[in-house]
């Protein structure tokens, strides 16, 4: 061995491209009686784009809300970047512009025009000013392909356009990291892909993305890791290949032969 080599990495079934930004330690929380997160740790790496799948009421969601401070857990710890979620204030407000969130249902304010959209949370949290906001914004819109659709309202783009409109906006604030929790889901299927192009695009270049999603080629094609959750708990972490092809407990066996069947 060359001595001056650094020594080669150990053997790890994940890849690691950076250092963590996400740092997810026994989480736990209930809803009454219901165990909706079940002692959930995870590390999310900057740079690495995680898919979470599961059953309908597995906490996914859950789990992105929590990670968001749109929960409160039970206990445990989440920290981003270094720093545990605060619980309220300026702290909080900080963390929440940071973090960037896309849902199933677009979530865009109807009465402001899609560039009035991206430019609202830079100009009065950001404190950038409209010129520099609006630029930045044209900018982005051309990225997920709708500039031309700047001054239109929400009301008037397609499904698929409107969530490209909802990525833009959350990465007009720059963020840390995105959370996206079934973009795709409330898509006619001739949309899904163009917003998919999107995500493809975003992860190649270095966003750092917790994504549910049971969009396959999505997860195969960017993910690094996949999280299989059952019942509040994450029962499988392993790459795409991995857990698609050889899955290894009983409950990630079922699911994937009835998402694969179809
Ligand atoms: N506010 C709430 N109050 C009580 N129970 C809730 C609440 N929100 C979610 N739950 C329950 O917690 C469980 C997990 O919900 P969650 O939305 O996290 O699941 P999910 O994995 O995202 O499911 P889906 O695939 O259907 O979106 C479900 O049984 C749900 O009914
Ligand atoms: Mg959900």
Request: aromatic fraction near 4%; glycine fraction near 6%.
């Amino acid at each position: 061995m060359d001595p001056t080599q650094p020594a080669p990495p150990t053997s790890n079934i994940t890849v690691r491209r950076g250092e963590p930004l996400v740092v997810v330690e026994h989480v736990d929380k209930h809803y009454g009686e219901l165990h909706v997160l079940n002692d959930i740790n995870t590390v999310v790496n900057r740079g690495e784009v995680v898919v979470v799948i599961g059953p309908s009421g597995s906490g996914k969601s859950t789990l992105c809300r929590a990670i968001n401070r749109l929960e409160t857990i039970d206990s445990g710890s989440i920290s981003i970047d270094g720093q545990k979620l605060p619980e309220e204030g300026a702290a909080l407000a900080k963390l929440r512009a940071d973090v960037g969130m896309v849902f199933q249902s677009f979530n865009l304010f109807a009465h402001k025009t899609v560039l009035e959209n991206i430019t609202l949370a830079p100009t009065r949290v950001r404190r950038m000013s409209r010129k520099a906001a609006e630029s930045e914004a044209m900018e982005l819109l051309d990225r997920v392909g709708v500039a031309n659709q700047a001054k239109k309202l929400p009301a008037q783009l397609s499904g698929g356009q409107q969530q490209r409109v909802a990525i833009a906006r959350s990465l007009a604030m720059n963020p840390k990291l995105i959370l996206m929790d079934e973009p795709t889901s409330a898509l006619d299927p001739e949309m899904i892909n163009e917003v998919l192009d999107v995500m493809v695009g975003l992860a190649k270049d270095g966003m750092t993305m917790i994504v549910v999603t049971h969009e396959m080629g999505f997860a195969r094609k960017a993910a690094d890791r996949v999280l299989f959750m059952a019942d509040g708990r994450i029962v499988e972490e392993a790459t795409p290949a991995e857990f698609f092809d050889h899955p290894t407990s009983d409950r990630a066996k079922d699911f994937l032969s009835k998402i694969l069947d179809h």
